[in-house]
């Protein structure tokens, strides 16, 4: 069992930059992939960017590529979605998710672990 709790959310002009955190807990951490999705009001939950288990593999969504980046600390059991030059459409609440797949496909199903999410609001 693996518990996320998301942070760092918040409101942010357009082009600004946020830093979102997910702590797991468990002793296993490393043997997790982990995922950032996000839900604008009305929409389905989106996926954002993946990491696997020893930070090596790494995959964004088209939409973020060359703007956020993913990472992870496994001594520390948390994983990071750093966000650079934020548009509007960025708006949403953003999940942490986690897998014991390998290389889970950029899907909800495909992740086992969800944390409740934290908002992230883009001003115009």
């Known amino acids: 069992q693996v518990q996320l709790v998301e942070s760092g959310g918040g409101l942010v002009q357009t082009g600004g930059s946020l830093r979102l955190s997910c702590a797991a807990s468990g002793r296993t951490f490393s043997s997790y992939a982990m995922g950032w999705f996000r839900q604008a009001p009305g929409k389905e939950r989106e996926f954002v960017a993946r990491?696997?288990?020893?930070?090596?593999?790494?995959y964004y969504a088209d939409s973020v590529k060359g703007r956020f980046t993913i990472s992870r600390d496994n001594a520390k059991n948390t994983v990071y979605l750093q966000m650079n030059s934020l548009r509007p459409e960025d708006t949403a609440v953003y999940y942490c998710a986690a897998t014991i797949r390998v290389s889970p496909t950029p899907t909800v199903r495909a992740y086992e672990y969800w944390g409740r999410g934290t908002q992230v609001t883009v001003s115009s």
């Open positions: 990491i696997s288990g020893s930070g090596y593999s790494i």
